[in-house]
Nanobody, 129 residues
Framework: VQLVESGGGSVQAGGSLRLSCEVS????????????VTWFRQSPGTEREGIAR????????VYRDSVRGRFTISLDSAKNTVYLQMNNLKPEDTAMYYC????????????????????WGQGTQVTVS
């Protein structure tokens, strides 16, 4: 298994959750320093949307407007884990959350688009009421 998410759950509006994505770079044939890891989410009847991305080498990040200022993506290189800290959660954040990874060179100009990523986790559900 190449990516494993955890940390989802149910929370009231205004609350916080932290999602984790453990990444097995070697099994994907990707060098740790050259990876792009992105969190996506999808609710029923909608397309999967990228919400936060980090390049593991330079650690630069990008966010979708709807989560900027509330969500923070980060990584712990020692644990090969990428986190998504979600604060001030809203009911519209309810979705299945997925992490995806690929080489930066494959996703460089499209890093929030689901179709460019080859490697995906199984997802973790977040419900905000």
């Amino acid at each position: 298994v190449q990516l494993v998410e955890s940390g989802g759950g149910s929370v009231q509006a205004g609350g916080s959750l932290r999602l984790s994505c453990e990444v097995s770079y070697a099994t994907m044939g990707i060098t740790y320093q050259d990876a792009s890891v992105t969190w996506f989410r999808q609710s029923p009847g909608t397309e999967r949307e990228g919400i936060a991305r980090i390049y593991t080498g330079p650690k630069n990040t990008v966010y979708r407007d709807s989560v900027r200022g509330r969500f923070t993506i980060s990584l712990d290189s020692a644990k090969n884990t990428v986190y998504l800290q979600m604060n001030n959660l809203k009911p519209e954040d309810t979705a299945m959350y997925y992490c995806a990874a690929d080489a930066v060179t494959r996703v460089l100009y499209d890093s929030l688009r689901a179709a460019v990523y080859r490697y995906w986790g199984q997802g973790t559900q977040v419900t905000v009421s």
